[in-house]
């Protein structure tokens, strides 16, 4: 049973465009989401985060999105940029239970130049 | 501070043998993590570790047992190595305690069970 999926595993985006990688949940109790970047052989990196009480959080060219009734959240990176292409893991967690982080099967992106 | 450190980083095992995977913080967060990442799979959780003394298994515990050493160190062992334990194991920490709920993670170690 898949609590957190990432349906595209793959996404190609030009440089300069903006990159949307999407992430699916399943679990209603989750309270706070993350997205991790990942280079290879390298461990990955967090990047942004949302709290279930807010439907959006900025950090420079990274926007997160959450859409708690359609039970799905976004990744907006504008503009891309070719160092933004790795793999990208959404996390679920409820923070307040079990402290365990639930992770989607990840979207490699490619920013093309 | 060298964050979350992973030793070895690199194994190759016989099926059979056994292993103990190192893991390292020196943040004194107090909850640590091992997970594996196999392609197509993500992130999956083998054990963590919520604070000093308590460990509890995540989704995939079978094969592995772990020792929360003290609060800094954080060891996965594989008893009797399998070749579905091929993968790659990351170790994480974070402190509960703040506000923050970002988890940081070790470099990896790759291993290969033949």
């Known amino acids: 049973d898949q609590q957190v999926k990432q349906n595209s595993p793959s996404l190609s985006v030009q440089e300069g465009r903006i990159s949307i990688l999407n992430c699916d949940y399943t679990n209603s109790m989750f309270d706070y989401f993350l997205w991790y970047k990942k280079y290879p052989a390298e461990g990955p990196t967090f990047l942004i985060s949302i709290s279930s009480i807010k439907d959006k959080n900025e950090d420079g060219r990274f926007t997160v999105f959450l859409n708690k009734s359609a039970k799905h959240l976004s990744l907006h990176i504008v503009p891309s940029q070719p160092g933004d292409s790795a793999v990208y893991f959404c996390a679920a967690s409820v923070i307040k239970g079990t402290y365990k982080y639930i992770f989607g099967t990840g979207t490699r992106l490619k920013v093309l130049a | 501070n060298a964050g979350v450190t992973q030793t070895p980083k690199f194994q190759v095992l016989k099926t059979g043998q056994s292993m103990t995977l190192q893991c390292a913080q020196d943040?004194?967060?107090?909850?640590m993590y091992w997970y594996r990442q196999d392609p197509g799979m993500g992130l999956r959780l083998i054990y963590y570790s919520a604070s000093e003394g308590t460990t509890d298994k995540g989704e995939v515990p079978n094969g592995y047992n772990v020792s929360r050493l003290n609060k800094r160190e954080f060891s996965l062992r594989l008893e009797s190595a399998a070749p579905s334990q091929t993968s790659v194991y990351f170790c994480a920490s974070i402190d509960l305690m703040t506000s923050s709920y970002e988890q940081y993670f070790g470099p990896g170690t790759r291993l290969t069970v033949t």
């Open positions: 943040m004194n967060h107090n909850s």
